[in-house]
Structures are given as structure tokens and as C-alpha cells.
């Protein structure tokens, strides 16, 4: 079908404009928007319904269901080896190593506060989720670059994506989380650094510009979200990084939280991809427990 034929239209969700050539049938940009167009749709109808029939004015946040999403995680994972080996194991301490190695492959520049991948350390070594499409030509290729400023052969495996969570399960729910890397949190704006979780700062790490990775911005999750902190047994921890980006402080161990189906689902969405913030050097792998 040539450029000519195709018309554009104002997707109904996000109102984007798109291309189309079907403007009367195709009414959103994307599966994705058109799902959440179909669901947001449904709830106000319950609330209008609600409001009506049982005098219902507020919402209940705590009986939010998990937000609308396609089958899997936009980007893609893949395992990464080295030949030669480093002379020195790549540990969270010198990750800004991989980092800046990885980051020069890539060749797209920085975007501030907005990762172009994240590191997890895996059993044999080290694994990369690349957010960005370009990431996903590496997949199944060797690369020539540099580690530590030594020659270096990048070994990518083949590239899978993530499957979304689902969480079905509405109202309170207890879940623990136990810190497989130090989680960093900054708060105020990024202005203090966050070295004992708490309410307010687990619930700030789920929600704002976290959830542009995902396409989320049409979800007032800051009202929505509902955590609350029920046990911590965590200690202050430092990462000396080095270099220009110094000492960096978190925490470790483990949280008790009492959360609703939309922080539960976000809980569930960083243990595939990272929680807090410095998850481009390794930081925030956690693991997400349901208690009973």
C-alpha cells in the first residue's frame, strides 16, 4: 500500500496522531492503547454504575486492578560473555566498566534518567536487557570492543523477551522482598539518597517517570499505588563505583510490604528488569515473595 492511501488519526487513548488506512475501524494507535482504552472504558462505566446504584462517590484504591498491558515487556534480553576473560571479575564494584563498554557499542548517546539498558548478574556471568531497539542487533553476534580498555570480543546469546506479569488477585495483599543486588532510591528529586525503605520512597520508586519505560503515563499511579511497610530488615549499603560517579549509597536485605494490585504488579514488573535507580550498573535485582 503506497504512502497516499494512508490516512491519519487521533488514537482515542493516548491521542497520538498515526497512520492508518482504516481510520474508521482502527480507532487506536496500538493493541496495547486500544486494551487499555477498552478497559479504562469498562471501569467508568462500574464507577458511574456504582455511583448511581450503592452511593459510591470516591474510589477505592486498595481494590484497583493491575493496569493493562500486552503479553510481554517492550525490548528484549540477551546473555553477554567476554573473550579474553577480564583480568579482574566483574563485580557491582567495577560494573561502570561494562557499563561504558556497552554504552559505546550501542553509539546512541546518554538519555538522562531514562536507561538505555540494564545489567543483571546471572550464574554464569552477566545478562543485559537493552530498552532500546537498537540493542536487539546484537543478538547471536560477536563484537569487537573494549573492557577495561583491553581488546575485547563481546559473545551476545540469542535475544528473548520478558513476559509481563499478570496479577488477577485484587484488594490488600503481603508480599516480601529480598535484595539480590543493593537497591538505590533516591528521593526528594533525586536529591537524598535513601539508605532504610520506607512508605513513601518504595512508593516513589514504583511510580513517576519509572513508568515511561513502559508506556504508562496515562496511569495516575501516584494515587492508585497503595504500599505500605510493614517490616524492614535492610542495612545501609555503599557502592564504590568510582571515577566520576563516586560512592554510591542503598540498602540490602529484605521488606515486608502490605500492597493493592497495582504496586503488586509494578513489585513483579522490577524484579524482571531492576528496582530504584543505578540498574544500568547492576543495582536493584530483587526477588518478590507473596506471603500469606
Not at 163 to 174: F, H, L, S, T, Y
Not at 279 to 285: R, S
Amino acid at each position: 500500500m503506497s504512502a497516499a492511501e494512508l490516512a491519519e488519526a487521533v488514537c482515542l487513548h493516548c491521542q497520538s496522531v498515526y497512520s492508518t488506512s482504516n481510520p474508521w475501524r482502527e480507532q487506536c494507535c496500538s493493541e496495547q492503547c486500544q486494551v487499555a482504552h477498552r478497559v479504562l472504558g469498562t471501569r467508568t462505566r462500574n464507577r458511574q454504575w456504582a455511583s448511581s446504584h450503592r452511593q459510591c462517590r470516591r474510589s477505592n484504591a486498595w481494590l484497583a486492578g493491575a493496569p493493562p498491558y500486552s503479553s510481554h515487556l517492550p525490548g528484549c534480553t540477551m546473555a553477554v560473555e567476554f573473550d579474553p576473560v577480564p583480568k579482574w571479575p566483574i563485580e557491582l564494584r567495577n560494573a561502570r566498566g561494562l557499563h561504558g563498554a556497552l554504552t559505546a557499542l550501542l553509539d546512541i548517546g546518554h538519555v538522562p534518567r531514562f536507561p538505555l539498558f540494564s545489567l543483571r548478574p546471572v550464574a554464569r556471568g552477566w545478562a543485559v536487557h537493552w530498552w532500546h531497539e537498537t540493542g536487539s542487533k546484537f543478538a547471536n553476534r560477536r563484537v569487537n570492543g573494549a573492557l577495561f580498555d583491553r581488546p575485547t570480543t563481546f559473545k551476545f546469546g540469542p535475544a528473548f523477551r520478558l513476559r509481563a506479569p499478570v496479577v488477577k488477585r485484587r484488594g490488600r495483599q503481603r508480599v516480601r522482598i529480598d535484595t539480590i543486588t543493593p537497591v538505590v532510591i533516591r528521593t526528594g528529586g533525586g536529591k537524598a539518597e535513601c539508605v532504610r525503605p520506607s512508605t513513601i520512597s518504595m512508593r516513589e520508586a514504583l511510580t513517576g517517570e519509572w513508568l515511561q519505560r513502559f508506556g504508562l503515563r496515562y496511569i495516575t499511579t501516584q494515587d492508585l499505588a497503595r504500599v505500605e511497610v510493614l517490616k524492614v530488615e535492610t542495612e545501609p549499603t555503599s557502592i564504590p563505583f568510582g571515577g566520576k560517579y563516586g560512592t554510591v549509597r542503598g540498602w540490602s536485605g529484605a521488606v515486608e510490604l502490605e500492597v493493592n494490585a497495582v504496586s503488586r504488579w509494578l513489585l513483579e514488573l522490577a524484579s524482571r528488569v531492576g528496582f530504584g535507580s543505578r540498574t544500568a550498573f547492576g543495582c536493584g535485582v530483587i526477588r518478590v515473595t507473596e506471603l500469606p
